[in-house]
Nanobody, 121 residues
Framework: QVQLVESGGGLVQAGGSLRLSCAAS????????MGWYRQAPGKQRELVARITSGGSTNYADSSVKGRFTISRDNAKNTVYLQMNSLKPEDTAVYYC??????????????WGQGTQVTVSS
């Protein structure tokens, strides 16, 4: 079983910054892709950014390119999302997502509990 613990959300004024963290633990053999999703009220959950085990990144929404940066620390099984120049439309619950193999060499996909990010205007 793989557990994810998120931290770093909160309330910030427009133009401010936040850094989200998500640490994975448990029966992990290997972590492949790690990513961040968000879900605003009344909307579907959407991919924000994704990073592979080799460090290749993908930002799904053009509105976050240049403002958000995803990174990972493989030694700590942790993924980060640095969010700068935040806008009110970034307000959402942010979820991390981790895919990999367990120590039983079975594939897994785990979700974090979600962390609220609120940007005031």
């Amino acid at each position: 079983q793989v557990q994810l613990v998120e931290s770093g959300g909160g309330l910030v004024q427009a133009g401010g910054s936040l850094r989200l963290s998500c640490a994975a633990s448990g029966s992990i053999f290997r972590i492949n892709a790690m990513g961040w999703y968000r879900q605003a009220p009344g909307k579907q959950r959407e991919l924000v950014a994704r990073i592979t085990s080799g460090g290749s990144t993908n930002y799904a929404d053009s509105s976050v390119k240049g403002r958000f940066t995803i990174s990972r620390d493989n030694a700590k099984n942790t993924v980060y999302l640095q969010m700068n120049s935040l806008k009110p439309e970034d307000t959402a619950v942010y979820y991390c997502n981790v895919q990999g193999l367990t120590t039983n060499t079975r594939p897994f996909t785990s979700w974090g509990q979600g962390t609220q990010v609120t940007v005031s205007s």
